[in-house]
């Protein structure tokens, strides 16, 4: 049995000022008392929060996610450090091969007992993506939806597939997002022009999720004078429809963040890094498949600068951006990197501390920088964060 101590324990209702007590990597109490332990973590004077859950980075540490297994569990346990227990590694638009191939590492990276925290499976950025939104996206890699291409791929992948990132209004007929729904793939509108005709369809079909909002996303225009609604504006008015955001506080202004945070609120929010492989380096130039990439001002830009491609954001800064830039409450910041991507992903044992939860914490300072990171009961060294 093992204990932490903190008075500052974040919880879905309140903060605690209690103990956590988990063995076999669950936890199985939390409460006011103390009772004897094996092994007592004391965190007093530290937040101690789930553990983080990213569901959108193509790498980090100087290791891409479309690489080898070697690579994405070095980056996989670089993203643990900043508290980031759960991951998703993207895969981008690529020749399909390329993505399978990709995709048949993550699966080994899954079993790999090097990996500390959990590999969720791969988010398939693409190729069913919109050329006209391909932001860092390789446009000659962008396709419509290929039956023959996606079909097998899925009945074979789907243990390894989590979501897939597509764009509607290419899928116009639905097989697609209800091929990913029967294999229980989480389907996310993203790099789309999209009207809300075409968001409708999509969340009839099954489509309850849009990647990157305001990144590579429609929004209102003008057909003969007449305004189309796009798929920010469908973000907000379908209540029942998820958004990401990449909360790097770069990508997306604090005033911007706000206003989501102010009309989806909290429980149907996920904080992203949709970090490259840069992000913790000190390189300052890259490549995402063949998109060529600088980094200045704190964000991965295209070589032109017309955009940016990425970020170069851990988990951890996310929170700080959230709070300390957007002035959102620390428990609902906590929530949008813990809960509600744990429920978009369809974790039952996930995003809370609470009893018969995986034993996934990090422990964050006034500064919410990471103090300490513990991955199913094990205590993980944490970066220093400047």
Not at 2 to 7: A, N, Q, T, V, Y
Not at 30 to 55: C, K, L, N, R, W
Not at 193 to 200: G, R
Not at 208 to 227: E, P, Q
């Amino acid at each position: 049995m093992k204990r932490i101590k903190s008075d500052k324990i974040i919880l879905e209702d309140r903060i605690l000022d209690g103990y956590v007590y988990f063995e076999n990597g669950v936890i199985t109490d939390v409460t006011t008392e103390e009772h004897p332990a094996d092994e007592v973590f004391d965190m007093t004077g530290y937040y101690v929060s789930p553990g983080f859950i990213d569901i959108h980075t193509h790498g980090g540490g100087g290791y891409r996610f479309e690489g080898s297994t070697e690579e994405i569990v070095n980056g996989c346990n670089f993203h643990l450090k900043h508290g980031t227990t759960s991951i998703c590694p993207t895969v981008s638009a690529a020749p399909f091969a390329s993505m399978a191939k990709s995709a048949k590492h993550i699966r080994a990276a899954m079993a790999d007992p090097r990996v500390k925290g959990t590999v969720l499976g791969v988010h398939m950025e693409g190729p069913y993506l919109s050329a006209k939104q391909a932001g860092a996206q390789c446009p000659t890699h962008i396709t419509p939806p290929i039956e023959e291409d996606y079909l097998p791929f899925i009945q074979e992948n789907s243990d390894v597939i989590a979501r897939w990132t597509y764009a509607p209004e290419n899928d116009t007929e639905g097989k697609f997002a209800k091929a990913l729904q029967k294999y229980g793939i989480v389907a996310s509108a993203g790099h789309t022009d999209a009207i809300y005709d075409d968001m409708q369809r999509a969340y009839e079909d099954g489509c309850a999720l849009v990647t990157h909002l305001y990144s590579c996303t429609s929004t209102i225009t003008r057909d003969h004078g007449f305004r189309r609604l796009g798929v920010i504006e469908a973000a907000y008015l379908m209540d029942g429809m998820l958004v990401e955001i990449i909360c790097d506080g770069k990508h997306l202004p604090p005033e911007l963040i706000r206003l989501i945070y102010k009309i989806k609120g909290a429980d149907r929010i996920a904080l992203v890094t949709d970090s490259l492989a840069l992000a913790g380096t000190d390189q300052t130039h890259g490549f995402m498949q063949d998109t060529e990439f600088i980094i200045e001002d704190g964000v991965c830009k295209l070589m032109d600068r017309s955009a940016f491609a990425g970020s170069i954001a851990t988990a951890d800064r996310l929170v700080r951006v959230a709070v300390k830039e957007a002035g959102i409450s620390l428990p609902d910041a906590v929530k949008m990197i813990t809960a509600t991507p744990a429920r978009i992903m369809g974790l039952k044992n996930k995003g809370k501390i609470a009893p018969g939860m995986d034993a996934d914490m990090v422990a964050l300072g006034e500064d919410l920088r990471v103090k300490a990171v513990f991955a199913r009961g094990t205590p993980i060294e944490a970066v220093t964060v400047i």
